[in-house]
């Protein structure tokens, strides 16, 4: 992959500047068919014979992952004309996913957008050298070996992004003026949740069932999907062996990172209609104001122009297994992954 472009950002966003145009008739209906979707998929939790509620189940975490792309698109002011509606409706989307309108635009927007792929911003999934691993407690070692392993990839966003950042995070961690501008949001995802269980459990009550099956399979086991499937997706949106980290902000610069810090991973169709076209990546990061229904179009527009600096992989178990051996540390001089010292 070469990181010399034949066209610099500003001819580049002019490429892709058509595909922001917005539709905001199919923006509220792909808002309403995925809320309806996650409807049906816990009426089923609560009418089905219980050998078919994970059936249901898995409704409701597929529409959790739809609206939570929708939402992130809000958040950018991509989904609609509108940046009220947007606000609004980002706000309604992000519900099931319990994530907090202004953590995610803090955190995403500002400065996985902002720097990705830029060791000292401290963006998601940061590979660390050697000198910084070995400077861990074994506890952290331990997390960090566990989140770089093909498995443990699913637990990263769950305790690193979500729980210390997007719910009620931490004072210490985000500061206390931060964290107070996150109170309102957290606050509407608590109650949200609070009425989502209530529901469970007078319905629960109204029909003679077991409590705990539904809310395991209507609210908990969809949630937790939800975060491994985020965490499996960030992940591979921006680890690839050919793919660099930098910790000069500079030599950060000069490499584009807004085409060559992002890899566009090639699902089946069908998958990727399911996910709303996210991993359309790189047209994403050099346009956020995409919405994600024109994603596809403005992905295959830019690699017509960008064939040579654009990571292309399609997916297959065997190369995430490959991938996920072969990243785990760092070295930003040379920009090669390293194993873990034996």
Not at 131 to 149: K, T
Not at 258 to 277: D, L
Not at 289 to 311: D, F, G, M, T, W
Request: proline share 5%; aromatic share 14%.
């Amino acid at each position: 992959m070469s990181n010399t472009l034949l066209y610099n950002r500003k001819e580049l966003r002019a490429l892709l500047k058509p595909y922001e145009q917005k539709n905001n008739i199919l923006a509220l209906g792909l808002c309403l068919t995925d809320y309806l979707l996650l409807l049906i998929g816990e009426y089923l939790v609560v009418t089905l014979p219980l050998i078919l509620k994970p059936f249901a189940s898995f409704i409701v975490f597929i529409a959790i992952v739809r609206l939570f792309v929708l939402g992130h698109d809000a958040c950018h002011g991509a989904l609609t004309s509108s940046k009220k509606l947007n606000q609004w409706l980002g706000r309604l989307v992000f519900l099931p996913s319990m994530t907090t309108f202004h953590g995610w635009a803090v955190g995403h927007n500002m400065t996985h957008h902002g720097f990705t792929n830029l060791a000292s911003k401290k963006d998601m999934w940061l590979p660390l050298s050697p000198e910084d691993y070995q400077a861990l407690n074994s506890y952290e070692q331990l997390c960090y070996r566990i989140y770089r392993n093909s498995v443990g990839v699913t637990a990263y966003y769950l305790f690193e992004v979500w729980w210390k950042y997007l719910y009620f995070p931490s004072p210490k961690i985000v500061g206390i003026d931060a964290a107070k501008r996150f109170l309102p949001d957290s606050a509407l995802v608590t109650c949200f949740m609070l009425i989502w269980i209530s529901s469970l459990y007078a319905i629960a009550l109204l029909t003679n069932q077991t409590f705990i099956p539904l809310l395991l399979l209507g609210i908990v086991f969809p949630f937790l999907a939800w975060n491994m499937t985020g965490s499996f997706l960030i992940y591979i949106q921006h680890t690839h062996p050919k793919v660099r980290w930098y910790q000069d902000q500079q030599a950060w610069i000069d490499s584009h990172p807004h085409v060559t810090a992002t890899v566009h991973i090639r699902f089946p169709q069908w998958i990727s209609s399911i996910i709303h076209h996210v991993m359309e990546h790189n047209a994403h990061h050099m346009d956020m104001n995409i919405p994600c229904y024109n994603l596809r179009a403005a992905q295959h527009q830019l690699e017509k122009k960008l064939s040579s600096n654009i990571v292309i992989q399609d997916f297959s178990w065997k190369w995430f297994s490959e991938c996920t051996h072969i990243c785990k540390l760092y070295d930003y001089n040379s920009y090669q992954w390293l194993p873990f010292e034996k």
